[in-house]
């Protein structure tokens, strides 16, 4: 599996590890798959050099494929040494914003990489999730430093869903057949607004936090990085913001529900479990 030490990747090794199922996972830097658990091999390879990857794959019958940034070629270099090794079933995390009408340019992206994975012949499961719990971890130095969220959607709302649903239904549809050649799209099971979502956070906190509406597009882009973002993705994610502001009812599906037997995780149940993030002294990288 790639991808396997981040947001969804650390919690997807924990879910197929527990279920006992076989798995190796492919790293850059075997650093950072510290507290993983051991005895799930690691195998040191890169995305961006097409010349690791034929051991990487070697042996492989499904493969979980997670490519981040913008661009396409991690995800052409990696099913073209899925294709040569054999592979039999791609898992491919995607995005909802493929679904959008007209198709953003986050999804225009996503929708690339969807397309090389079909080209490939492999029969494929894409999961296509919304907005991560987990991005509220954006807001722990704004509240830390000067008790405030920067709120880039106003009336929008959206239903976020916590990585370690999404790794439980990539896990399940890695080890189940039937799920081959489907598209999945995934959410959380509450639509809220940012205000709403603070609201809960600051009630686990037991502080009070303030939330401060954007004025620009250009302060909106810094609220997901306060260091500035290349253009292509500053503009991709003002106009993600934009389209979220505009959806006042936000789109919600049942799948998790339908795939794993129960309700997604709610928002306060993710907050009451990392609390520590928030009043802490550190952040743990990998959820970033």
Do not use: K
Not at 151 to 178: C, K, M, S, Y
Not at 249 to 274: K, S, Y
Request: hydrophobic residues 45%; contains cysteine.
């Amino acid at each position: 599996m790639t991808g396997s030490t981040g947001n969804v990747g650390r919690e997807l090794v924990r879910e197929l590890d527990g279920r006992g199922a076989a798995c190796r996972i492919l790293v850059r830097d075997p650093a950072r798959a510290a507290g993983l658990p051991g005895r799930i091999p690691r195998v040191v390879a890169d995305l961006d050099d097409p010349a690791t990857l034929a051991s990487a794959f070697d042996g492989v019958d499904a493969l979980f494929l997670l490519t981040p940034g913008i661009g396409t070629e991690q995800t052409a270099h990696a099913i073209a040494a899925a294709v040569r090794a054999g592979v039999r079933h791609v898992v491919h995390l995607s995005s909802l914003f493929v679904l959008g009408d007209p198709m953003p340019a986050m999804g225009r992206w996503h929708h690339a990489r969807e397309e090389i994975v079909r080209a490939s012949g492999i029969p494929a499961t894409i999961l296509r999730p919304g907005g991560f719990m987990t991005n509220a971890l954006e807001w722990v130095h704004s509240i830390r430093n000067e008790g405030f969220v920067l709120d880039p959607v106003g009336p929008g709302r959206f239903a976020p869903i916590d990585p370690a649903d999404i790794a439980a239904v990539a896990a399940h549809v890695l080890t189940e057949n039937g799920h081959e050649n489907t598209e999945y799209a995934l959410t959380g099971d509450e639509a809220l607004t940012v205000t709403e979502q603070v609201r809960i956070l600051a009630a686990t906190l037991g502080r009070t936090i303030e939330v401060r509406a954007v004025r620009t597009p250009e302060e909106a882009v810094r609220s997901r990085f306060p260091h500035g973002a290349p253009p292509a993705l500053a503009a991709a994610i003002a106009e993600g913001f934009a389209l979220l502001r505009a959806d006042t009812t936000g789109f919600r599906t049942d799948t998790v529900e339908r795939l794993l037997g129960r309700t997604p995780r709610t928002f306060a149940e993710w907050c009451a479990a990392n609390t520590a993030a928030f009043l802490g002294d550190t952040v743990d990288a990998s959820h970033r």
